[in-house]
């Protein structure tokens, strides 16, 4: 399977490449920055040679995007998943009334126009067998477990998940599979030194939800990288 990995550069993106370049699969690894050296993609391209292509995709840029899908059209690439994993975290913790609202535009910039970009261009190539989108969500989109703070990140993943039902009502019949995943609390840059997971556990566990395929399809697909269900 040829599976996208938007911000494979670190973090998730990147554990995810290796967990599905070590699986057999060939990734296209989307980076803002190839020009700048990606040590750890390096060394993942030097072990499994052209099953991993870096290409450059900033998720705020719908030319480049739709420059990248028209390329790997015209190679004849064809797509088994999308994994909109790019996402920023600002604003942590203030209150409404600190909130710069520049933040707030920032943000649904890029972790939920960035993943619509990526599915618009992209989802003509996702013609494989048995395909995927996977939007990685965060529990910070629950409605129900809602907390102050952290408007701008918190109210972009809630607004991704409702992409991710739009996404599936619209895909189902053409047997899309369609998941919004909460990576679970990881030691990333983003998640910090004390998160409990490891963010390899969490790509493991999200590219056997790709390879299984093993959610009920009928009802709304939030779950964690475990297959659990969490609370919308
Ligand atoms: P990191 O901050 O470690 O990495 C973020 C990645 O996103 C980097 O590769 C970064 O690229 C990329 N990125 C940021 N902005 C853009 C952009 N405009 N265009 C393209 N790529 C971009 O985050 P994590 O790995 O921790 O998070 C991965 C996903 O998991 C995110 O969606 C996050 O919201 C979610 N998540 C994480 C949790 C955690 O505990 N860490 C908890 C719940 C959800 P660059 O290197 O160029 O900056």
Do not use: C
Request: net charge negative.
């Amino acid at each position: 399977m040829n599976i996208l990995i938007t911000g494979a550069g670190r973090g998730l993106g990147l554990e995810l490449t290796a967990e599905a370049l070590e699986r057999g699969h060939s990734v296209i690894a989307g980076v803002r920055h190839p020009e700048k050296s990606q040590t750890e993609l390096s060394k993942l391209a030097e072990e499994h040679g052209d099953r991993l292509t870096i290409a450059k995709l900033e998720v705020t840029d719908e030319e480049g995007i739709a420059a990248l899908a028209g390329e790997l059209k015209e190679q004849g690439r064809t797509l088994g998943a999308i994994i909109n994993n790019a996402a920023i975290l600002t604003a942590r913790n203030t209150p409404i009334e600190a909130l710069d609202l520049n933040d707030m535009l920032t943000t649904m910039d890029i972790n939920l126009y960035g993943p619509m970009r990526v599915v618009k261009h992209f989802l003509p190539l996702l013609t494989e067998p048995e395909p995927s989108i996977i939007n990685i969500s965060s529990e910070a989109g629950s409605i129900t477990n809602a907390y102050p703070g952290d408007y701008p990140y918190s109210i972009s993943k809630t607004a991704m998940n409702m992409f991710s039902q739009q996404l599936h009502v619209y895909l189902k019949d053409r047997g899309v599979h369609v998941l919004s995943v909460h990576p679970g609390w990881m030691h990333t840059d983003m998640g910090g030194e004390q998160a409990p997971t490891d963010p390899r556990t969490s790509a493991k566990g999200i590219i056997d939800l790709i390879q299984q395929r093993a959610i009920p399809e009928d009802r709304f697909m939030f779950v964690d990288y475990t297959g659990k269900d969490m609370k919308i």
